[in-house]
């Protein structure tokens, strides 16, 4: 079936897209993405594929997430959403075994929340801090972006934590990550956002700021820009 897979991946693949891909994902030396390989597999392909082999057996998943290839790495991240409502512990175990494979945003964003956050939403959350303080991007940007399933259960509180130990970051997408938490929050309750601006707002980097106000009205959006 993982031949498959590959064959399939192949066939719907396109090398102008795959072109723009590696700019967009910074795969040049020295980026975030040094070394990573696209063939222009869109996200809703990369759907349709992971759900029509979402039965793949989980040490076949990991051949997937081991490739050297972006989009077999997002079908087989994906193959384990669709996964874990039927196995939770099972499939969240699994994705922290091979926690280093999921090296890119697109590849968190796209899962985090849906598996470890869903996970974790009952449950102690030192997982999330320890992952905040990592020196790996990708498993701070996890912690964060994992949060996104409190938040759509209303439900703040460690998205706010999280974000006040990222506020020292020196990464734009760790800013970009924890600004649109914060937006996120803001949507459903605007007092709980603006009482964290109002206490960190001076110290925030300007990025996670402006992710953090994009909804704001003009008036208010100067307020806070204006330090």
Do not use: C
Not at 179 to 186: A, K, N, S, V
Not at 192 to 203: A, D, G
Not at 213 to 226: H, P, S, V
């Amino acid at each position: 079936m993982l031949n498959n897979i590959k064959k399939e991946i192949l066939s719907k693949s396109d090398s102008e897209k795959a072109k723009v891909y590696q700019r967009f994902f910074k795969t040049g030396i020295g980026e975030y993405g040094e070394g990573d390989v696209f063939v222009g597999l869109t996200v809703p392909k990369s759907r349709e594929i992971a759900k029509k082999f979402f039965n793949l057996e989980l040490k076949e998943v990991k051949e997937l997430l081991n490739s050297k290839i972006h989009e077999e790495r997002l079908i087989g991240l994906l193959i384990l959403v669709y996964n874990y409502p039927k196995n939770k512990k099972k499939i969240f175990d699994f994705y922290l075994e091979n926690i280093n494979r999921i090296n890119n945003w697109d590849l968190v964003d796209l899962t985090a929340d849906k598996i470890v956050g869903n996970y974790l939403i009952d449950k102690d959350k030192k997982l999330l801090y320890k992952l905040a303080k990592s020196g790996n991007l990708w498993e701070r940007r996890i912690s964060i972006v994992s949060t996104f399933h409190f938040i759509k259960n209303n439900k703040f509180e460690d998205s706010l934590k999280l974000s006040e130990i990222l506020l020292k970051d020196n990464h734009d997408l760790i800013h970009k990550a924890a600004g649109w938490m914060l937006r996120e929050i803001g949507k459903r309750d605007q007092e709980v956002l603006e009482r964290f601006l109002l206490k960190h707002y001076t110290e925030m980097p300007r990025t996670m700021l402006r992710y953090a106000i994009e909804r704001f009205d003009g008036d208010k959006r100067r307020f806070y820009l204006r330090k």
